[in-house]
Nanobody
Framework: QLQLEESGGGLVQPGGSLRLSCAASRFTIDDYAVGWFRQAPGKEREGVSAISSSGRGSKTDYADSVKGRFTISRDNAKKTVYLQMNSLKPEDTAVYYC????WGSGSLFARDFTSWGQGTQVTVSS
């Protein structure tokens, strides 16, 4: 299983941008789907975006709440998956986690993912 580590979180004003990184400690991540999830205080963890394994075409999916604002991408050479977040809103405030799923299709359901990072805090506030 992959060991994953998120980075790039922080405090940003509404309308601002952040890029989260999910770095994997493994020779290759080509055969893994990676998803981004978030959990705000008092709320359930929700799927934000996912990208399928390279063998499945690196297809992407997004929650309706972030479509058009967030972009997921992968750099297999750097063993890293990114989440570019633009036009951030206060309701995007949460701890963001990345997770992996071998040979995955890149779903937005947490139950489909087997390895998780520790999370990175994103706070959108003026």
């Amino acid at each position: 299983q992959l060991q994953l580590e998120e980075s790039g979180g922080g405090l940003v004003q509404p309308g601002g941008s952040l890029r989260l990184s999910c770095a994997a400690s493994r020779f290759t991540i080509d055969d893994y789907a990676v998803g981004w999830f978030r959990q705000a205080p008092g709320k359930e963890r929700e799927g934000v975006s996912a990208i399928s394994s390279s063998g499945r075409g690196s297809k992407t999916d997004y929650a309706d709440s972030v479509k058009g604002r967030f972009t997921i991408s992968r750099d297999n050479a750097k063993k890293t998956v990114y989440l570019q977040m633009n036009s951030l809103k206060p309701e995007d405030t949460a701890v963001y986690y990345c997770a992996s799923q071998r040979w995955g299709s890149g779903s937005l359901f947490a139950r489909d993912f087997t390895s998780w990072g520790q999370g990175t805090q994103v706070t959108v506030s003026s």
